[in-house]
């Protein structure tokens, strides 16, 4: 499965960015998408996931301001990022997952400005 993320940029705080993931490849089986973001100096963690079937789950840090969507037909994930603040300045992942296996996108810069 190889996933590509776009979309990062650079953002001044409270403006918008919309991540984008394909995944390709071996997908069948694949059961949850979603992206988690690293900052410098601290560990890799979720911001939201969305399954198969739709159901989803966002970091508490992100409620509200983030949307996570799926569109299986084109295998793809967004995520949808408002009133961004500069502790979002993070590379997100792209991830996806099925039974006993994790994959990971390259990651995408994003960084807010205050």
């Known amino acids: 499965v190889q996933l590509v993320e776009s979309g990062g940029g650079l953002v001044q705080a409270g403006g918008s960015l919309r991540l984008s993931c394909v995944a390709s490849?071996?997908?069948?089986?694949?059961?949850?998408m979603g992206w988690y973001r690293q900052a410098p100096g601290k560990q890799r963690e979720l911001v939201a996931i969305?399954?198969?079937?739709?159901?989803?789950n966002y970091a508490d840090s992100v409620k509200g301001r983030f949307t996570i969507s799926r569109d299986n037909a084109k295998n793809t994930v967004h995520l949808q990022m408002n009133s961004l603040k500069p502790e979002d300045t993070a590379v997100y992942y792209c991830?996806?997952?099925?039974?006993?296996?994790?994959?990971w996108g390259q990651g995408t810069q994003v960084t807010v400005s205050s």
């Open positions: 969305i399954t198969s079937v739709g159901n989803t």
């Open positions: 991830y996806a997952r099925r039974p006993a296996q994790t994959y």
């Open positions: 490849g071996s997908i069948f089986s694949i059961n949850a």
